[in-house]
């Protein structure tokens, strides 16, 4: 299974960008996706999640800002940021795992978000 992240870059402080993950492998289909942030010097922080029901969950840090989907095959997620702030900057990582029948936890290779003030 190989997770694929796109979508980062160079944005000022204020606007938007859209990550997205997409999730490949033989008759692979991810259950819960998503998305951290690791911030320069720092570890790597839970940011939002999307579980297989489609229920969704954010950090405090970007609830109202940040927006989790996943697509009709769920196999790729999104994550629309809006009103970055240069505290966004970072690595983004998509996950994908399961927490029951069969286990697994994959890690896609990251994006870099830069926010300028």
């Known amino acids: 299974v190989q997770l694929q992240a796109s979508g980062g870059g160079l944005v000022q402080a204020g606007g938007s960008l859209r990550l997205s993950c997409a999730a490949s492998?033989?008759?692979?289909?991810?259950?819960?996706m998503a998305w951290y942030h690791q911030a320069p010097g720092k570890g790597r922080m839970w940011v939002a999640d999307?579980?297989?029901?489609?229920?969704?969950n954010y950090a405090g840090s970007v609830k109202g800002r940040f927006t989790i989907s996943r697509d009709g095959t769920k196999n790729t997620v999104v994550l629309q940021m809006n009103s970055l702030k240069p505290e966004d900057t970072g690595v983004y990582y998509c996950?994908?795992?399961?927490?029951?029948?069969?286990?697994?936890?994959?890690w896609g290779q990251g994006t870099q978000v830069t926010v300028s003030s």
């Open positions: 492998g033989s008759g692979f289909t991810a259950k819960h």
């Open positions: 999307i579980r297989s029901d489609g229920s969704t």
């Open positions: 996950n994908a795992w399961s927490d029951s029948d069969s286990l697994y936890d994959y």
